[in-house]
């Protein structure tokens, strides 16, 4: 079955840090672009950010509102997406969720999401 | 900083007709931008309804249609069914990144 599973999330203290991930199964993570989007706690979604696929060179753009806190990476080996989290503030708390396609593909499947709480 | 403006919240009967639209503040929306469309019900993930303005995946039910309206984006319901209550989002693209509007919370009553 295609799919996708977020897990890492958790509780961080604000300035901190965290590393989430996107497993992908029945289907190979490399050759189609993917997609990381949060939820705030009863706000609506916002993208977070995505990587190309390996053959459309595997570049990535994120959202202006992150200000160059967040990377996304991918590690092939693993079939996972990876979402890197740096200076996190309360504002950052919410259910981050990955997304297949983008470029030739469709937007299609999710996962359903990881919860990261940012609190002291 | 851009912004993609959707009704906040629409009421609609059973069996009726509804049309929720998609706005941005960089002017009309055009097929350029890629228009998609998203379904959430509390609780559960987003599903993938509507891309590229008009198009369907195989699990989007036929009640549901894209289209470009008016300098809009636009998602129409035909025959409305208790079931289709839920948050509707919108998601465009600009050059590189996208931008989800703010939803719209679809009554069905």
């Known amino acids: 079955e295609v799919q996708l599973v977020e897990s890492g999330g958790g509780l961080v203290k604000p300035g901190g840090s965290l590393r989430l991930s996107c497993a992908a199964s029945a289907f190979t993570l490399s050759n189609v672009w993917m997609n990381w989007v949060r939820q705030a706690p009863g706000k609506g979604l916002e993208w977070v950010g995505r990587?190309?696929?390996?053959?459309?060179?595997?570049?990535?753009d994120y959202a202006a509102s992150l200000k160059g806190r967040f990377t996304i990476s991918r590690v092939d080996s693993e079939n996972t997406l990876y979402l890197h989290m740096n200076s996190l503030t309360t504002e950052d708390t919410g259910v981050y969720s990955c997304?297949?396609?983008?470029?030739?593909?469709?937007?299609?499947?999710w996962g359903r999401g990881t919860m990261v709480t940012v609190s002291s | 900083q851009t912004v993609v403006t959707q009704e906040p919240s629409l009421t609609v009967s059973p069996g009726g007709t509804v049309t929720l639209t998609c706005a941005s503040s960089t002017g009309a929306v055009t097929s350029a931008y890629y228009p998609n469309w998203f379904q959430q019900k509390p609780g559960q993930a987003p599903k993938t309804l509507i891309y590229s303005s008009n198009n369907k995946h195989s699990w989007t039910p036929a009640r549901f249609s894209g289209s470009l309206l008016g300098g809009k984006a636009a998602l129409t319901l035909s025959g409305v069914q208790p079931e289709d209550e839920a948050e509707y989002y919108c998601l465009l693209y600009y050059g590189g990144v996208w931008v989800f509007g703010g939803g719209t919370k679809l009554t069905v009553l």
């Open positions: 997304m297949r396609g983008g470029g030739q593909r469709p937007f299609d499947i």
């Open positions: 990587i190309r696929s390996k053959t459309d060179g595997g570049a990535t």
